[in-house]
């Protein structure tokens, strides 16, 4: 098993007043967000994707709340506007967006995947066109339903795969890079080398994840309850000038 107790590759920060001072603007915004959206519904009509659905200003605050970067590990930086992740009773259902098989791994191994790596072209190949900084969760309303899963260590075996297959090329080509093969095989080893965890956080409190941490989202339980709008998580993730960034930055 990966050594994961020194370095899990996430944290769970907070409670903090200012945390969840900002997640009550946020909820507020996120309500109207959704009352007003034409954002199809995925999954079944259980997933609300909801990229940039979020009116934060470019330093966070929302509807004149300051964003919490006190309460926070990270320096002040430029934010995109916040995804608004919404999942809903049943998460996740089949639908015509996805083939049997996506819909099983989306099932049964929690849509594991790696932000920025994104499936490009008509074979759907994998290359980092997103390198991120970090993924900030920030709880919207109390619910332990369909939590963020996320499997420690796994960041340090995808930085040994992905930093495998591209130093080959020049740094300048490792966002063109197919990385597909390599991917796969590395998820795989962090599915039997890794604990898979279940990653709860009510508002108030923040998640930080590692940007090459393998994470996913929980399925429904039959007993899992939520507000009538579903489980809502605000996710941030600026983006570094360069995959090489990306890849070598602790």
Same mark, same amino acid.
């Given at each position: &098993?990966?050594?994961?107790?020194?370095?899990?590759?996430?944290?769970?920060?907070?409670?903090?007043?200012?945390?969840?001072?900002?997640?009550?603007?946020?909820?507020?915004?996120?309500?109207?967000?959704?009352?007003?959206?034409?954002?199809?519904?995925?999954?079944?009509?259980?997933?609300?994707?909801?990229?940039?659905?979020?009116?934060?200003?470019?330093?966070?605050?929302?509807?004149?709340?300051?964003?919490?970067?006190?309460?926070? !590990?990270?320096? !002040?930086?430029?934010?995109?506007?916040?995804?608004?992740?919404?999942?809903?009773?049943?998460?996740?259902? !089949?639908?015509? $967006?996805?083939?049997?098989?996506?819909?099983?791994?989306?099932?049964?191994?929690?849509?594991?995947?790696?932000?920025?790596?994104?499936?490009?072209?008509?074979?759907?190949?994998? &290359?980092?066109? $997103?390198?991120?900084?970090?993924?900030?969760?920030?709880?919207?309303?109390?619910?332990?339903?369909?939590?963020?899963?996320?499997?420690?260590?796994?960041?340090?075996?995808?930085?040994?795969?992905?930093?495998?297959?591209?130093?080959?090329?020049?740094?300048?080509?490792?966002?063109?890079?197919?990385?597909?093969?390599?991917?796969?095989?590395?998820?795989? $080893?962090?599915?039997?080398?890794?604990?898979?965890?279940?990653?709860?956080?009510?508002?108030?409190?923040?998640?930080?994840?590692?940007?090459?941490?393998?994470?996913?989202?929980?399925?429904?339980?039959?007993?899992?309850?939520?507000?009538? $709008?579903?489980? &809502?998580?605000?996710?941030?993730?600026?983006?570094?000038?360069?995959?090489?960034?990306?890849?070598?930055?602790?």
């Amino acid at each position: &098993m990966v050594n994961q107790a020194a370095d899990p590759g996430w944290s769970r920060i907070g409670p903090d007043p200012a945390i969840l001072a900002w997640a009550k603007a946020a909820y507020a915004a996120a309500l109207t967000t959704l009352a007003a959206t034409t954002e199809a519904w995925r999954c079944g009509g259980t997933w609300f994707v909801g990229v940039d659905a979020l009116p934060n200003a470019p330093d966070g605050a929302i509807n004149g709340t300051s964003f919490p970067w006190h309460a926070l !590990p990270l320096a !002040p930086e430029p934010l995109h506007r916040a995804q608004l992740s919404v999942i809903r009773p049943g998460y996740p259902r !089949p639908s015509s $967006e996805e083939t049997p098989a996506a819909f099983a791994f989306r099932r049964d191994r929690d849509a594991a995947h790696l932000d920025g790596l994104l499936p490009i072209g008509p074979d759907r190949r994998r &290359m980092v066109k $997103e390198p991120h900084a970090w993924i900030l969760g920030l709880p919207l309303n109390q619910t332990t339903a369909s939590p963020l899963t996320v499997w420690e260590g796994s960041h340090r075996i995808l930085r040994a795969a992905l930093a495998q297959a591209l130093t080959p090329h020049p740094p300048a080509t490792w966002g063109d890079i197919d990385l597909t093969d390599a991917y796969r095989s590395a998820r795989r $080893e962090v599915f039997a080398t890794c604990r898979r965890i279940e990653l709860t956080a009510r508002p108030g409190q923040a998640t930080l994840l590692h940007r090459l941490t393998l994470h996913g989202v929980a399925a429904w339980k039959p007993d899992d309850q939520a507000p009538p $709008e579903g489980r &809502m998580i605000a996710y941030f993730r600026p983006q570094l000038s360069t995959v090489e960034t990306w890849l070598g930055r602790p």
